[in-house]
């Protein structure tokens, strides 16, 4: 194992990961039952003092509503009297669940890989987990083995399965600890002990051999006594599943790529190989109480997706689904806005790459690179691909090198007319709608392929 953080491990990462280039996480469980947070703000650019008290992660429920005083706290009581957090388990009924809809439309969006929630930090399980006895949604709730049933629908449409696991915490089998801002000094309550590391390595163990995740995502980190079995695992994962990618959250010890998550670790979208994680809104579990205000819309998602693309990594858009299977509306809006898009842009974002440094300045921005026209680029061995938005006039100068495109080439991937020639510092287009939220590409032939 390397310590490059270009490539953490030296392991050649599977090109089916890094030409996905979109996934869909799924975060569904117990906690979409209250589906109740603060829709307060993104990771990594919220005051870390009020983080945990006004938690918009919905699927920290659990935590949120035992912190004293909170709004959460008082919701808890108010509406559900204080009633142990385990009801909500056998409250959850998934009665309209169909994962073939599902998959229908993470396919349709462009998603080449899912990756839906096995184990959150409330130990409830998805699938009937060993060591979880009946605390699993097999015995109790929905009565589904949730992870082949979604598996199952993922794979027939020909995408690629991972799993999320809470490694670094588990707050049934783990510690019960509640987490305040002052914890952090006590590592936020993570469990270390043998016994935890034993129970955690097995339900991993058991997701490998039952599902053959391609993606082992893991998160918060593995308890300290454990880490001593993570070589053992890795190898048993890898020789199960050769294709198979491993994140970056086990306290370091082996990653195949490196995640950030909203605005939190984006030093990591510096590596060979990385994933932004986000919700269409500000919670990964569903939050009933985030309006328009706190969602991406379609132009919204779809400028991220483009952005982080254009900068070699992937984008996993986490959507929360309701305790009864549904997606919520406003969710589904954004991946079916997505999907729309995808009919004409796909080829411009699944197995692109960036520009080579050098090949493209800020295409006509601001010095801050956020002024109009918004440019990002993607390129493959034969074309370059301008995504182009907010364009004033519709026309914008595409700051390149001079030679790397035939100006002459020169079309729009949703067929809308464009018009392009070379000016002194890059090459000038001007179409309709290029001043539009949405980006449209327009792709040149490389002057020089390769
Ligand atoms: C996908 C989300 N992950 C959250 C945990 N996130 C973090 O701990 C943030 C973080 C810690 N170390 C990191 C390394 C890289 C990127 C983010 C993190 C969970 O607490 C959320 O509930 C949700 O599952």
């Given amino acids: 194992m390397t310590d490059d953080p270009q490539s953490p491990t030296g392991r050649p990462v ?4 890094t030409d996905a280039k979109f996934g869909i996480f799924v975060h569904w469980g117990a906690y979409s039952v209250p589906a109740w947070a603060e829709p307060t703000g993104e990771l990594g650019a919220t005051d870390p003092e009020v983080w945990f008290a006004h938690n918009p992660y919905a699927e920290w429920y659990w935590n949120t509503s035992q912190i004293e005083g909170s709004p ?7 509406v559900y009297g204080g009633r142990p957090y385990d009801d909500f388990l056998d409250l959850w009924r998934a009665e309209s669940f169909d994962p073939g809809d599902w998959a229908d439309l993470f396919a349709r969006a462009g998603a ?3 990756v839906p929630t096995t184990k959150h930090h409330d130990g409830i399980a998805l699938w009937d987990a060993p060591g979880t006895g009946t605390r699993n949604t097999v015995h109790r709730g929905p009565r589904r083995d949730l992870v082949a049933d979604l598996a199952g629908a993922v794979r027939a449409r020909g995408l690629r399965f991972g799993v999320y696991y809470s490694g670094g915490l588990d707050w049934y089998a783990g510690r019960r600890a509640v987490i305040r801002h002052e914890d952090r000094i006590d590592d936020y309550g993570r469990p270390h002990e043998a016994a935890y590391a034993a129970y955690a390595l097995r339900q991993v163990r058991d997701l490998i051999d039952r599902y053959r995740p391609d993606v082992l995502w893991n998160d918060i980190g593995w308890p300290d006594l454990g880490m001593a079995d993570l070589p053992g695992m890795f190898a048993g994962y890898y020789a199960a599943v050769p294709e198979g990618v491993v994140n970056d959250r086990w306290d370091g010890a082996h990653a195949d790529y490196l995640t950030s998550e909203y605005q939190a670790n984006r030093q990591n979208e510096t590596a060979a190989a990385w994933e932004n994680c986000r919700g269409v809104g500000l919670s990964f579990g569903y939050n009933r109480n985030e309006g328009p205000e706190d969602l991406l819309d379609t132009a919204g998602a779809v400028r991220l997706l483009v952005d982080v693309v254009s900068r070699g990594g992937n984008l996993l858009l986490n959507v929360g689904p309701k305790a009864d299977g549904t997606l919520p509306e406003e969710q589904r809006a954004v991946l079916e806005g997505i999907a729309s898009w995808m009919t004409h842009h796909a080829a411009a974002v699944h197995a692109t790459r960036p520009l080579e440094p050098g090949d493209a300045v800020p295409g006509g921005e601001t010095a801050d690179g956020e002024g109009p026209p918004w440019v990002r680029w993607t390129r493959d061995d034969r074309h370059a691909y301008a995504f182009v938005a907010g364009a004033p006039g519709g026309e914008a100068v ?21 018009s392009a020639a070379a000016v002194s510092d890059g090459v000038r287009v001007a179409s309709p709608w290029l001043d539009a939220p949405l980006p449209a590409a327009v792709r040149f032939s490389l002057a020089s392929p390769g």
């Fill in 14 to 17: 599977p090109a089916w990961f």
């Fill in 72 to 78: 959460a706290w008082e919701h808890h009581r108010a």
């Fill in 112 to 114: 080449r890989y899912v």
């Fill in 398 to 418: 595409l700051k390149v090198r001079p030679g790397l495109l035939d100006p002459a080439t020169a079309a729009r991937l949703d067929g809308g007319p464009v």
